[in-house]
C-alpha cells in the first residue's frame, strides 16, 4: 500500500523535503493552495502559489515521487481546468486533485 501526502499547510511547505522523504511507501505529495491560502490570510492567485507549488515539486523530484496538483475549484468550468494544467505541467506536476466526477 503506498501513500499521498498532502501539503496544505505553512509548516507542510516548510518541512516538504522532509515530509517527501518520510517513507518508502509515500508515492505522491499533492499540493493543497485552497487550505494554505486560508492560513495565510491570502489569495489563492498563480502568482501567490507559485513558489508553495513549486517547493512541491522540486521535493517530490529529489524524492523520486510524483506531485499532484490542487483541484479546480470551478468544476463547471472546462477552459479553466485546462489552463490550470497547462500552467501546471511544465512546473513538474503529474496530474491534479478532482473534487467533482464530471
Known amino acids: 500500500m503506498h501513500f499521498i501526502c498532502l501539503i496544505e499547510t505553512v509548516l507542510g511547505v516548510r518541512f516538504v523535503n522532509e515530509i517527501a522523504a518520510a517513507s518508502p511507501r509515500l508515492a505522491a505529495l499533492a499540493f493543497g493552495g485552497l487550505d ?10 498563480w502568482d501567490a502559489l507559485l513558489s508553495p507549488r513549486t517547493a512541491v515539486v522540486h521535493a517530490c ?12 475549484i470551478d468544476f463547471a468550468n472546462t477552459a479553466g481546468l485546462e489552463q490550470e494544467c497547462v500552467q501546471t505541467r511544465p512546473l513538474g506536476f503529474a496530474g491534479k486533485l478532482a473534487i467533482h466526477p464530471s
Do not use: M
Not at 36 to 45: D, H, N, Q, R, V
Open 36 to 45: 494554505l491560502s486560508a492560513e495565510t490570510g491570502g489569495e489563492p492567485t
Open 61 to 72: 523530484s529529489a524524492a523520486g515521487l510524483l506531485a499532484i496538483d490542487q483541484p479546480c
